[in-house]
């Protein structure tokens, strides 16, 4: 069964890094054809894609973060993080970390962690 779990600060102040971690059990983050996204939910609104970083390596970022986000992962820890640069009360949100398959849909889900950004 794979798991995956999300880490965070919980609380970042405006203009700082957050930096979330996204720990997998069950399963290799480097096994073929799996991919691995970071996607969040602000309060009242949907759900919004943020970065992927595929079995590969090879990483996408939402273009309507306008290149605030960075995607990486460590394969000797099996885990994947996600930065967000400059942050604003507008990043608060819960953030999940997901698994899908290429070509598939999301199949794994973290529990969520909460992010709230304030002074």
């Known amino acids: 069964q794979v798991q995956l779990t999300e880490s965070g600060p919980g609380l970042v102040k405006p203009s700082q890094t957050l930096s979330l971690t996204c720990s997998v059990s069950?399963?290799?983050?480097?096994?073929?054809?799996?991919?691995w996204s970071w996607i969040r939910q602000a309060p009242g609104k949907g759900l919004e894609w943020m970065a992927t970083?595929?079995?590969?390596?090879?990483?996408f970022d939402s273009p309507s973060l306008k290149s605030r986000t960075s995607i990486s992962r460590d394969t000797s820890k099996n885990q994947f993080t996600l930065q967000v640069r400059c942050v604003t009360p507008e990043d608060t949100a819960v953030y999940y970390c997901?698994?899908?398959?290429?070509?598939?849909?999301?199949?794994?889900w973290g529990q969520g962690t909460q992010v709230t950004v304030s002074p």
């Open positions: 997901v698994r899908g398959r290429v070509g598939g849909e999301y199949e794994y």
């Open positions: 069950g399963e290799s983050i480097t096994t073929d054809y799996n991919y």
């Open positions: 970083i595929v079995y590969s390596g090879s990483t």
